[in-house]
């Protein structure tokens, strides 16, 4: 199987303050990986590192074996010229915890607007696609609705739809469900799950443990800039090997 996202060494500062301290992952194409760990541990930054909103100190990452952000010129680094960033950035769909829809943007538009204005695609055929989309994040019937006249869960749904818009290799999810009232979180992560099954290849920041369980083919656990621990999910939720990951989820279970 080939490698979608190779991640070696990356490291991240802020200031004196070190976030990210040598992470290396590998993400296999179509594989689900599901990020853990305490608030603070770098999980965000790690994933903005993937499409290059931040730019890591060190380390190298490749997605579908391309370098992001820097090219190899006669055998060094050089960073990539903006236009190309955003190309590399098109090919990788972000959703975050808040959904930064466009508020005066009804469903549609709000996943017709990448393609049209950054793709140059055609608005009525624009428009059809966004239309399938809604269809398959379960909101056909509400693609002229604005943001404020759905709820937490379907503005969640229609942020995952305007991402895959873009058609992305890649998809990266930041606790796409903790801003979420309890009984909305069940309508996202099947929309994720559905993602998944539809082989998807996704990293996935939760603290959901039944969905990283379920979903997941790899859990790693993040705490500190570093990799702790990571494997099947099932053995490391079930039998932890490191007493950070015991504390944690102890915590969250
Ligand atoms: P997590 O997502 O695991 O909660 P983050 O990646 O958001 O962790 O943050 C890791 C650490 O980096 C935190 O201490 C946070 O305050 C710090 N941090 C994140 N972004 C910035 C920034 N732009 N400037 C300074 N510090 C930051
Ligand atoms: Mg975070």
Redesign the pocket.
Known sequence: MSAMVEAVGVR?T??D?E??RGIDMTVATGQVVCVV????????????CINHL?EPQAGRIRVDGELIGYEEVGGRLRVLPEARLCRQRQSIGMVFQRFHLFPHRSAVENVMEGPVTVKGRRRERAREEALALLDRVGLADRAHHYPAQLSGGQQQRVAIARALAMAPKLMLF??PTSALDPELVGEVLQVIKDLAADGMTMIV?THEMGFAREVGDHLVF?DD?VIVEQGPPRDVLRSPRHDRTRAFLSKVL
Do not use: A, N, Q
Request: glycine letters at 20%; a neutral charge.
């Open positions: 991240k802020f200031g303050l976030v990210l760990g305490p608030s603070g541990s770098g999980k965000s930054t790690f994933l903005r931040e930041d606790e920041v993040m800039g």
